[in-house]
Nanobody, 126 residues
Framework: QVQLVESGGGLVQAGGSLRLSCLAS????????MGWFRQAPGKEREWVGA???????YYADSVKGRFTISRDNAKNAVYLQMNSLKPEDTAVYYC????????????????????WGQGTQVTVSS
C-alpha cells in the first residue's frame, strides 16, 4: 500500500509561482512512475505531467515551459514547480503513483495510476 500526501497549495496572483510537494510512504519509491493531475470545478481530471523512474519528464501542452516536475528518491518525494501561473491553472492538484518495471515508462491516463493523494487546492487570482 502506498500513501501519498500533497502539500504546498494556496492562493497566488497570476504570474506567481507555487511549489507542490508529494511525499510517499513506500520503501521502493524509485520503482514508481509519478504523475501530477488536476481537476477544476465542473471539469474532468486532466493530466499535468509525469516523471519516470529515470527522472525523464513529460508535460501537458497547457503547462509545458511553465511547470517542472522533479523527484528526490532519497526523500520519497516528487515536486511540481509551477511558474507563470494563470487563472486557468486553478484546480485541485493530485499526485499519483504507478509501479513500473521499466525506467523509461510513463503514462497520461488516470486509470493507469494505482495510488492517489488527497489533493491540494491551487487558486490563481487574476
Amino acid at each position: 500500500q502506498v500513501q501519498l500526501v500533497e502539500s504546498g497549495g494556496g492562493l497566488v496572483q497570476a504570474g506567481g509561482s507555487l511549489r507542490l510537494s508529494c511525499l510517499a510512504s513506500v520503501r521502493t519509491f524509485s520503482s514508481y512512475v509519478m504523475g501530477w493531475f488536476r481537476q477544476a470545478p465542473g471539469k474532468e481530471r486532466e493530466w499535468v505531467g509525469a516523471i519516470t523512474r529515470s527522472s525523464n519528464t513529460y508535460y501537458a501542452d497547457s503547462v509545458k515551459g511553465r511547470f517542472t516536475i522533479s523527484r528526490d528518491n532519497a526523500k520519497n518525494a516528487v515536486y511540481l514547480q509551477m511558474n507563470s501561473l494563470k487563472p486557468e491553472d486553478t484546480a485541485v492538484y493530485y499526485c499519483a503513483a504507478d509501479w513500473s518495471s521499466a525506467s523509461y515508462y510513463y503514462n497520461t491516463r488516470d486509470y493507469e495510476y494505482d495510488y492517489w493523494g488527497q489533493g491540494t487546492q491551487v487558486t490563481v487570482s487574476s
